[in-house]
């Protein structure tokens, strides 16, 4: 019988698209050479334009959800996106108060692309206050990071970083898609300051999933074995690749291609 592959348990929202959410994380660990678990923590009805409307699961489906997997298979790496509600972040945090060898690569998931709501303050306290404490990778956008922060439309990146660091996510990667440049600057933080810097020529168009693929691939290569700032450029460059070779099936957003090196 041949070896299991690393195992990554993944929490989110469905998407239907297939472009972010759930289905995007299981086709992006899947293409990253693991094995992907899923626990849904919220129904979605949505295409590539936006989000029409969200339907929270309860905590206990949650719970129950994960911890029936967790009992059976050795899970590697844990990637959490679109919780829900702030009853579902604080059931997921003590799941993982469980585990507290596991990597954990955490995509704050505030708004859709278009800027549909997908957490309120309620949430982002959660967030705060119990799940950071949890998270060896934060990924999010500057507009994310500066609101998990607390902080102002214009304050710095790099104090938003020493901020959210300061509440115990041992690593802090802040993409750079919503700044304005001719590239993209993504930047890599712990309670150093920065780790890394990386820059990639900034795609035309707009991608629906670039976030949920990015933290998807993190958490890929965090069960394989990887340190986090090499796992860190490695989902990087895979996530750039996926969205040059993207696609536009529907109205709306363009949608990565993850298995853009497989025939």
Known sequence: ?????PIVLAFAASDPTGG?????DLLTIASRGCHPLSVLTAITAQDTRGIDGL?????????RQARILLADLPVAAFKLGVLGSARNAAAIAAILAEHPRTPVVLDPVLASGRGDPLADDEIVQVLRSSLLARTTVLTPNSLEARRLALAAPDAGIA???RDLVTLGCKYVLITGTHEPGARVTNTLYDSSGVLREDSWPRLPGDYHGSGCTLA????ADLARGLAVPAAVQSAQAYTWKALAAGFQPGRGQRLPNRFFDKP
Request: glycine share 8%; charged share 5%; aromatic share 4%.
């Open 55 to 63: 339907l929270a699961l309860k905590p206990a489906w949650i719970t």
């Open 216 to 219: 998807a691939a993190l958490a």
């Open 1 to 5: 019988m041949s070896t299991s592959p």
């Open 20 to 24: 972010a959410g759930l289905q995007a």
């Open 159 to 161: 104090g938003c970083a």
